[in-house]
Structures are given as structure tokens and as C-alpha cells.
């Protein structure tokens, strides 16, 4: 096994990122203008994960409810990992894998985007949500690693890959997109 340093994470980070840019940069631009389109319009943005990626779902759906570089009227972005009472109901009255889909079921409407965030591809209640959203007429985000290319792939109008299977380069490579994301919304909705 080969020692793991300072060293060779910065690198495997850098090459991750840089490949991710690569392969993905007009797909960024394109989610960035999917989302302004969305609150242009005056809907919502519906955000889940699991583990890391709740985090990321919710640290977004801050960035855009607050302020991300500067101040400014805040936009309609909702965390679907944040209320215990509901995820704990469904999980328990129903099942784990429907703890996101009945809160879509609930919340979207035709033309909010509902975001599935997965380093796997695979997480049974993402999928789930992502189909929910589908069903209700709102636009499919995903964000996942190699490994979700086909499977999460298939059920999102746009899907941004990490071309990575190390779950900590796909969360890393997934914050900063987002926080790119972040940067051109505000600067393109509030000149």
C-alpha cells in the first residue's frame, strides 16, 4: 500500500479537479443558467443528499437563501435533509428509500429543480426523488462520480460526473462546482 501524504492528495485533488473542468465546464454553465432560469421564473430549488452530500445540500441551499459573495435579495433554495420529524417519519412509517421522493411529491412543481447529489450514482432514495421530479414536471440535476454515470445519469435532465471513484475527490469537486455555480448566479441575476 502506498503511504498517503500531503503530497499525493493535493495531487489526486488537483487532477480530479482538473479533469472534472475539462469535461464538464459548458455543462457547469449550463446548470448555473438552468437554475437562474428556474428563479427567474419564480420557483424553487429542491436539494438532497445523503452523509456528505446532505452537508453539500444544505450548504448550497444556504448560499443561495443568505448571500454567496455579496448581499443581495435571497433566492428560493430548500435542503430536503433538514427536518428530522419528516425524515424520520417516513423512514419509519414507510421506508428510507422514500424519505426525499415524498417530500418532492409534496413540494415540486413544473419548472423547480429538484438536485440529487450521490458520490455513488446509486443511493435507492435519490433516485427515488429524482423520479418524483420528473413525475411533477421539474427539472432533474445530479451530481455524482463515475460510478453514477449511467444510473443516476439516465434519470436527470442534467448530470454533472466527477470522473472519479474516490468518494472524498467527488465531494471535494462537487463544492467547488458548486460554489462556481453559486458565483455565476449571483453575478448574472444581480449585476
Wanted: proline share 3%; glycine share 8%.
Amino acid at each position: 500500500m502506498i503511504p498517503t501524504t500531503i503530497d499525493t492528495e493535493f495531487q489526486s485533488h488537483v487532477q480530479t479537479l482538473e479533469q472534472t473542468i475539462q469535461q464538464s465546464s459548458a455543462l457547469i454553465n449550463e446548470i448555473a443558467s438552468s437554475i437562474i432560469r428556474c428563479f427567474q421564473k419564480g420557483n424553487k430549488l429542491l436539494l438532497c443528499g445523503n452523509g456528505g452530500s446532505a452537508a453539500d445540500a444544505q450548504h448550497v441551499a444556504a448560499e443561495f437563501i443568505n448571500r454567496f459573495r455579496f448581499d443581495r435579495a435571497a433566492l428560493p433554495a430548500i435542503a430536503l435533509t433538514t427536518d428530522t420529524s419528516i425524515l424520520t417519519c417516513i423512514g419509519n412509517d414507510s421506508a428510507f428509500e422514500n424519505i426525499f421522493s415524498r417530500q418532492v411529491e409534496a413540494l415540486a412543481k413544473p419548472g423547480d429543480i429538484l438536485v440529487g447529489i450521490s458520490t455513488s450514482g446509486g443511493s435507492a432514495n435519490i433516485l427515488k426523488a429524482l423520479d418524483a421530479a420528473r413525475a411533477r414536471d421539474a427539472i432533474t440535476i445530479g451530481f455524482t462520480g463515475e460510478k453514477g454515470r449511467e444510473t443516476m445519469g439516465s434519470k436527470c435532465d442534467l448530470c454533472l460526473v466527477v470522473p472519479s471513484a474516490d468518494t472524498a475527490r467527488i465531494q471535494e469537486c462537487h463544492i467547488f462546482v458548486w460554489h462556481v455555480i453559486c458565483g455565476i448566479v449571483e453575478q448574472r441575476m444581480f449585476p
